[in-house]
């Protein structure tokens, strides 16, 4: 509304002011149209060049200084802005009408100005639940455990646990990249995870502690964002250190039209193993993928569609694995502040020898069958105002033509989660 007010004190000073320069040899006034055209077509760049050339041929022209100032404050050049309008403030042939307008419009770019000063924000996330497992003999899953024997399954439960602190870092001055306002933040991330099963079965617990941090960029304009993280994890298993991982993560997510994305995404994690028995896991894991995203009715509605390529870089043959995945998900309202939520995955593993040293001749192919679903409820008070529970199953087939490794699984899960800000 108050851009709009000293757009309208613009309008105003170019009523009020004669046209003196026809004898310029460019028309101030071409010039001027031009320029409030590349701004209302979103190239602010062009209208800021061609606004300073008009004020450097005349200086006076307080119409144009106010559209500079506009453009300033649109590509966050908010100190340059509030210099344009002090010197419209400060020139005692300025208007009354037009000083009150440009006045109402200071305070909007200080309390700009106040918000861009602040550039960190910290912000926790806490998980905790219970869960049964119908096969705890394949462990945290075949991306951790590898080549494990399961044709014998065995059930449990426990409890899992998630700590994460996440910290932002927006740079002061906003960049310009290929006539785009770009926002830079530096993104960090602290992750601890536990999953402890019974006395009975403490050799399947799982720990992981996990660190990401990296640049992002993000377009005002919100049409596109990405991100390029470090990530170091180490892993434990059982009572014993289990492996170590080190790795990249970018991404690239662009807005197709408003509420539909698509993101381009890679993980590339050098592996390396702790326990002799695991050593021909260790190698340079890769995965590449592609996302589709789409969302209906203020987000509330979304759906999400994808496909990944995998290669597991295992340095023994008989665990080396490569395949595609294609899943597809969705969310929909389910009562009031509740949404439920369903994801379908299949993932193919092809592995590149037999494992002769257990007696097998064939070469493991397999396809995993993966379906979860679940339903979250948001508490806006009471007892667990700001918390949020959520239940979720997973089941999970695994087809091989291998007998021992053709198993299915039954995972239940319920747990209350909540972000500090």
Sequence with gaps: MI?????????????????????EAVDPEVLFNEAMRYRLNGELFKSIELFETILSNQPSLNRARLELAISYHLTRRYEDAKDQLSQVLNDPETPDEVKLSVTAYMAQLSGDIKTAAQRSTSSMYISAG????????????????????????????????????????????????NNSIVDFEWQTQATAYSKAYGSDNTEFNLSVLSLSTGPAFISEEKRWRAAFNFKLDKLIFGKDDYAKYAGINPLYTYSIQEDLEITFENTTTAREYDQQEDKGLTGTMTVWGIDIAKFYTDQSIGLQAGIKYHNNGAKDGALHSTGGEIYFGGQIPAW???????????????????????????????????????????????????????TQYTFTDNDSNLDDFTYDRNIFEINLRRYFF
Excluded at 133 to 151: A, C, E, H, Q, V
């Design 336 to 390: 009031e502040n509740a949404r439920a939520y369903l994801t379908l995955s299949s993932r193919d593993y092809r592995y590149k020898a037999a494992d002769i040293t257990k007696g097998y001749t064939e070469k493991r192919n397999e396809t995993e069958l993966l379906a979860v679903l679940g339903i979250s409820h948001d508490f806006h008070g009471g007892f667990l105002k700001s918390w949020t529970v959520n």
């Design 3 to 23: 851009r709009k007010i000293l757009v309208a004190a613009c309008l105003y000073m170019a009523l009020a002011s004669p046209n003196t320069y026809a004898e």
């Design 130 to 177: 219970m869960f049964t497992d119908s096969n705890i003999n394949l462990g945290p899953g075949k991306d951790i455990t590898g080549n494990t024997n399961i044709s014998s399954e065995e059930n449990g439960s426990g409890g899992q646990f998630m700590f994460t602190y996440s910290h932002r870092s927006r740079a002061s001055q906003a960049m310009h990249i």
